[in-house]
C-alpha cells in the first residue's frame, strides 16, 4: 500500500506505534526521485490474531472503528480501521476462526 502525506516524520511516527503491536517495524526509509519514501515490513502478516487487532486500534486511533467482526468480508474476519493524520483509512485484520 502506497499514500502520499503531508508530514512524513509525524505519519511515519503514527504508522509505527499503530503496525507495530502487528510485528511490523521500519524496513526502509530513502529518497526515491524528489520525494522521501519510508516503508513497514512484516515477515508473516497472516499471523495476526484478535488482540494484536484490538492493539493496532487502541495505538492507531479512537476516530476508526471498534475492533470486531466483519461478517460482510468473510466469516470470521475481525478487523479495525484507523485513520492516519491525513485521513488515510489503514485496516488490520484476523482472518483466524474463534
Not at 13 to 37: E, H, K, M, T, W
Not at 47 to 75: C, E, I, K
Request: net charge neutral; with cysteine; charged share 20%.
Amino acid at each position: 500500500m502506497n499514500f502520499r502525506v503531508t508530514d512524513l516524520a509525524r505519519c511515519k511516527a503514527f504508522y509505527i506505534a499503530a503496525r507495530s503491536p502487528l510485528g511490523y517495524a521500519p524496513c526502509f526509509d530513502q529518497r526515491f526521485d524528489n520525494s522521501q519514501v519510508a516503508g513497514l515490513g512484516h515477515a508473516d502478516p497472516a499471523r495476526h490474531d484478535r488482540a494484536a487487532v484490538d492493539a493496532f486500534q487502541a495505538a492507531g486511533s479512537t476516530d476508526g472503528n471498534a475492533p470486531g467482526l466483519q461478517p460482510r468480508h468473510r466469516a470470521h474476519c475481525y478487523g479495525a480501521y484507523v485513520f492516519g493524520p491525513d485521513g488515510n483509512n489503514v485496516e488490520a485484520v484476523c482472518h483466524a476462526p474463534v
